[in-house]
């Protein structure tokens, strides 16, 4: 199984970025993918996911309204489309996947067995 995210950069406070992540060697139907970030000194926490059910993504309080993820037809990419992005949302966020993953599932790291390396988002003011 492999992860591969892409897209992280250097922006300023207020602009946008579009992180993508390609999965690759389990049956994408099946399977629930979404996005942690680690910032410096913290926990890794979740970003956002979409169930394998192909439903509504879910999002963190603190990015919601801001950022948005999809899946394409297959399935097999995820996109974080990220606006209005802050300081605080430096990190480097990792894309995540595991089959048959729903409810409150998809907000817990621990629940993920495959990890993508991680892409560095840095929103300077």
């Known amino acids: 199984v492999q992860l591969q995210a892409s897209g992280g950069g250097l922006v300023q406070a207020g602009d946008s970025l579009r992180l993508s992540c390609v999965l690759r060697?389990?049956?994408?139907?099946?399977?629930?993918m979404a996005w942690f970030r680690r910032a410096p000194g913290k926990e890794r926490e979740f970003v956002a996911a979409?169930?394998?059910?192909?439903?509504?993504?879910e999002y963190d309080d603190d990015v919601k309204g801001r950022f948005t993820m999809s899946r394409n037809v297959d399935g097999s990419t995820a996109d974080l489309q990220m606006l209005s992005l802050k300081p605080e949302d430096t990190a480097v966020y990792y894309c995540?996947?595991?089959?048959?993953?729903?409810?409150?599932?998809?907000?817990?790291?621990?629940?993920?067995?495959?990890w993508g390396r991680g892409t560095l988002v840095t929103v300077s003011s």
């Open positions: 979409i169930d394998y059910n192909g439903g509504r993504a």
């Open positions: 060697g389990l049956a994408y139907s099946l399977t629930t």
């Open positions: 995540a996947a595991y089959p048959f993953l729903d409810g409150n599932g998809v907000r817990d790291p621990e629940k993920y067995k495959f």
